[in-house]
């Protein structure tokens, strides 16, 4: 073929990337002495290996290493040794190993990008393009977080040992994101990767010898699911970090339960890819290519449900149907490979049952007409179309190259289909109309929003998902705070109610008319749905009064009048502000009465009665004031996009509240959740819940939405219990005995709910640090939204 029919037919030759380099690299090292632990290469305990194959040919790469549970406890006992001096080392000392480690990485960059591809099946491009300076970008950028963390994080204090388990589409990277605000934190840390891919993670290992980082700061142990297991389950880790599926995730989130780790979890996907009608759609196509067939589809944040305006749709899918067709599928070290093999066997067979359960289901499943490679685990491009919203295609994250379709007719109609799923982790929306574009994006469920384009990172940028895509941030700011612990005031531990004791029956006044206290659900005071009261006992063991005894089903009311309440979230911060200082100032119209009233049921004197209330009131006024300035932020990473990391309500917002300052701790806890627009649940002292009720007439002409408190009176054990099962409930501020919070953090895993828990013990909610920044943080979910700029 001469030039000239070479240009009109336009083909790709071959264009190999060298592997020698890599491969002498495999050939030098010992893998059966493969566990980095305390500085130095070892053997399993148990003498065990397991094998990591090439994905594009089947071919064994290495028998590696298979950690055991010894080898997991000799790994966390070298991270304990080595935390001390690691965490008080000067932040400018964690800052130059940080940056001597992003700057080593960058010395072997092309070693990382190829062993990455031959071990993971990632087309060179993307290894060497995206995930390894992506990786680098991470160690440099919080080797700044190292040396300014005593001014940006004050009163806080590194988590402790951090146990890492990451996931094999994005090892490397994945890694970085994990061990870098780690080490930034003044954390040290034990990592386990995927056992289909844990090449770079031992080149990594061996990149830290040379950076200078301290024996047992960085260990790094290889092994498959019982090795995991023993870093979730081993007593002498503080924080577990993961990142994989959501069910693995659940898993986690019930092993850890009661424990006191800290836990954030990255987990699976299935994120909206939106196109408007007024969209670039060649543009939108090209987005598409890189949102679901980047990585072959295995990229939790996929775009994998494409949502397209009906009036384009024939068009748009005729355009994308062209784009399949010129996708290059072959040898991930060709540089002109779009897909490459899927990272093994398991997966391959994964993808095809779902694609024909999909086809069963009513899609139509379309693929280019293009020859796979003779080995390896090639899937080739797919295209569902008449995908309905419950076929398995739309509902299930596939994790390979499949991409399912719907139409929408209005603004309104892809708002609902986007968030018509039980994962929230990214969406992408496409329009150039940037007022509709960013009209869309806060009423999307999702951690992350690309505008006009996808699979955006930055190191500066936050990262992280709603509902079932797990909670906790990875990247920026807010991924900083998952490895620091806030210096909360601990209060003594809390006893577990007594049950089955004599109940009081004098009358403190004999002479007052009756009055039962009722329940307060969507504005209106209710009787409990069984009909039975709780008694209350005033400080000297007489009959104070009765209070509604709430059961499941008035759980259920609440949260519905909760969830139903729309005008609270949907209001300004200012116009939160302005409920809150009204509420403030109506408690202090009444501050004499509930003084008296703390003095009977408690038995304070009259001067901590009124410091009582008098804090409640200042508490109010804090976060009303704090409504509309606990603000996001913008962030510039380095590209030609502008990052709104935007403070957005959790949602329903459980709040389980302890006997101590019954009053204090009450608005102590529910006026941060309302000033951030959460709607609450609200379950006060078991002990002392007329201070709670007696709040229902100041609610009542506060201007505060009805539905956006509701307080069900009754045992806080079993309410406890309701709220962490009810999927409505996004979120549960707990503070009760250890078992009561251990089986609340347990039963939280139908809808992966964030939890946050005294771990038994209460707090000293007359201390300033029982307010503030540390209670706003757990009232927000903290959403990025990328918009780019420019031509």
Not at 61 to 79: E, N, Y
Not at 139 to 158: C, M, R, S, V, Y
Request: proline letters at 5%.
């Amino acid at each position: 073929m001469n030039i000239l029919e070479r240009y009109h037919a336009m083909e790709y030759g071959p264009a190999p990337e060298a592997r020698n380099e890599a491969d002498a690299w495999l050939a030098a090292r010992d893998f059966s002495k493969s566990l980095f632990i305390d500085g130095a290469w070892k053997a399993a305990a148990g003498g065990k290996t397991f094998e990591t194959s090439e994905p594009s040919s089947g071919k064994l790469l290495a028998k590696i290493s298979d950690a055991g549970a010894a080898d997991i406890d000799a790994a966390v006992q070298a991270a304990a040794k080595a935390l001390p001096k690691w965490s008080a080392s000067s932040g400018y000392a964690r800052a130059k190993v940080l940056y001597a480690i992003g700057r080593a990485m960058q010395r072997h960059q092309r070693l990382f990008a190829v062993l990455e591809s031959i071990d993971n099946g990632k087309p060179i491009r993307e290894s060497r393009d995206i995930d390894v300076p992506l990786a680098i970008r991470h160690f440099i950028h919080h080797a700044g977080w190292a040396q300014t963390l005593e001014n940006d994080f004050p009163d806080h204090k590194p988590v402790g040992v951090v146990g890492q388990v990451i996931p094999w589409n994005f090892p490397l990277l994945m890694l970085a994101w994990k061990i870098a605000p780690a080490l930034a934190a003044g954390c040290t840390v034990v990592l386990k990767p995927a056992e289909f891919t844990p090449l770079t993670a031992i080149l990594f290992a061996e990149i830290c010898e040379r950076a200078g980082v301290p024996k047992g700061v960085v260990n790094i142990v290889q092994g498959g699911p019982e090795a995991g297991a023993a870093i979730v389950n081993h007593p002498g880790i503080q924080k577990i970090a993961f990142t994989g599926s959501s069910e693995v995730g659940k898993i986690i989130r019930k092993a850890t339960a009661g424990s006191g780790k800290k836990l954030s979890l990255e987990l699976g996907g299935k994120s909206a890819f939106i196109v408007f009608e007024d969209a670039d759609l060649d543009s939108a196509v090209e987005g598409l290519v890189d949102g679901i067939w980047f990585n072959q589809g295995q990229v939790c944040c996929a775009g994998s449900r494409l949502l397209v305006q009906e009036g384009v749709a024939e068009a748009f899918i005729a355009k994308v149907k062209v784009r399949m067709s010129r996708l290059r599928v072959g040898s991930p070290l060709d540089k002109n490979t779009d897909i490459g093999p899927l990272v093994d066997r398991t997966q391959l067979d994964r993808v095809k049952g779902l694609i024909a359960e999909g086809a069963k289901q009513g899609a139509v499943c379309w693929q280019p007409d293009a020859a796979l490679p003779s080995s390896g685990y090639y899937h080739l491009p797919t295209l569902a179309t008449g995908v309905s919203p419950a076929n398995i295609l739309a509902q299930e994250e596939v994790f390979g190259p499949v991409l399912a379709t719907m139409t929408f007719r209005n603004t309104e109609e892809a708002i609902e289909l986007a968030n018509n799923t039980r994962y929230g982790l990214a969406a992408s929306v496409w329009s150039e109309n940037v007022n509709l574009a960013l009209h869309v994006a806060p009423q999307l469920k999702a951690g992350v929003v690309w505008v006009n384009g996808t699979n955006m990172f930055d190191a500066a940028c936050g990262f992280g998902g709603y509902r079932e895509s797990g909670f906790g941030r990875e990247g920026g700011r807010e991924g900083m705070f998952e490895y620091l612990a806030a210096k909360l005031p601990v209060g003594p531990a809390i006893k577990p109610a007594a049950t089955g004791s004599a109940q009081p029956v004098e009358q403190v006044d004999g002479t007052a008319i009756d009055r039962t206290a009722k329940l307060f659900i969507g504005g209106k005071q209710a009787r409990p749905d069984g009909n039975y009261s709780l008694s209350v006992a005033s400080a000297r063991g007489k009959l104070a009064g009765e209070v509604g005894l709430g059961n499941r089903k008035d759980i259920r009311d609440a949260v519905a009048a909760a969830r139903a309440c729309k005008p609270w979230p949907d209001a300004t911060a200012y116009n939160r502000s302005q409920v809150l200082y009204y509420f403030a100032e109506n408690l202090s119209g009444r501050a004499d009465e509930f003084a008296a009233r703390l003095v009977q049921l408690t038995g304070v004197t009259a001067k901590a009665a009124r410091e009582e209330v008098e804090q409640s009131i200042e508490r109010l006024f804090l976060y009303a004031g704090l409504a509309d300035k606990f603000e996001g932020r913008v962030h510039q990473p380095p590209a030609r996009v502008v990052t709104l990391a935007l403070h957005e309500p959790v949602g329903v917002v459980g709040i389980v509240a302890p006997d101590n300052q019954p009053l204090l701790n009450f608005i102590s806890l529910v006026a941060p959740a309302l000033a951030m627009g959460n709607t609450v649940v609200a379950v006060p002292s078991e002990r002392h819940p007329l201070l709670a009720t007696d709040l229902y007439q100041v609610i009542e002409y506060s201007d505060l939405p009805a539905g956006a408190i509701n307080i069900v009176t009754g045992r806080s054990a079993e309410l406890a219990g309701v709220l962490a099962k009810h999927d409505d409930v996004d979120g549960l501020w707990l503070f009760a005995d250890a078992d009561t919070c251990a089986k609340a953090e347990a039963d939280s895993i139908g809808n992966l709910k964030r939890v946050w828990t005294g771990n038994g013990r209460t707090l000293d909610w007359g201390s300033g640090e029982a307010a503030g920044d540390a209670f706003l943080r757990r009232a927000i979910e903290v959403k990025n939204v990328w918009v780019p700029y420019g031509d």
